[in-house]
């Protein structure tokens, strides 16, 4: 298994542990994301296709390679508590719900 498969892998983990479907939401690693290692998306504009074609996890290929794994994974379950708050209120921030996520899948909650 590959660095990237692995990490797809983990960020299925998160969804699983937090509740949602394994299958939910896109998992992309791109060179586009600059200012920040990752971010969740909600695309409002794809028409005709279920709710987990709108929603992305983006991770920048520019740092999962150059960190370490604690911390490539604490930023993945950082953005995939975005979508599983996205999921539960319809919308997501670094409050005490999303916070609440992040404990429960043992990772350390700084925004």
């Given at each position: 298994?590959?660095?990237?498969?692995?990490?797809?892998?983990?960020?299925?983990?998160?969804l699983e542990r937090l509740g949602l479907p394994r299958?939910?939401?896109?998992?992309?690693?791109?060179?586009?994301?600059?200012?920040?290692?990752?971010?969740?998306?909600?695309?409002?504009?794809?028409?005709?296709?279920?709710?987990?074609?709108?929603?992305r996890v983006k991770i920048s290929s520019r740092y999962?390679?150059?960190?370490?794994?604690?911390?490539?994974?604490?930023?993945?379950?950082?953005?995939?508590?975005?979508?599983?708050?996205?999921?539960?209120?319809?919308?997501?921030?670094?409050?005490?719900?999303?916070?609440?996520?992040?404990?429960?899948?043992?990772?350390?909650?700084?925004?």
């Open positions: 298994m590959n660095s990237k498969t692995k990490r797809e892998a983990y960020f299925r983990y998160c299958n939910l939401g896109r998992y992309i690693e791109c060179g586009r994301t600059y200012r920040s290692m990752g971010n969740f998306v909600v695309s409002r504009y794809v028409d005709g296709r279920d709710m987990s074609a709108r929603l999962v390679d150059v960190l370490p794994v604690a911390e490539v994974e604490n930023t993945i379950a950082h953005e995939a508590c975005h979508l599983a708050d996205f999921m539960f209120r319809g919308t997501s921030d670094h409050g005490p719900h999303w916070v609440e996520l992040m404990r429960y899948l043992g990772q350390d909650p700084k925004p």
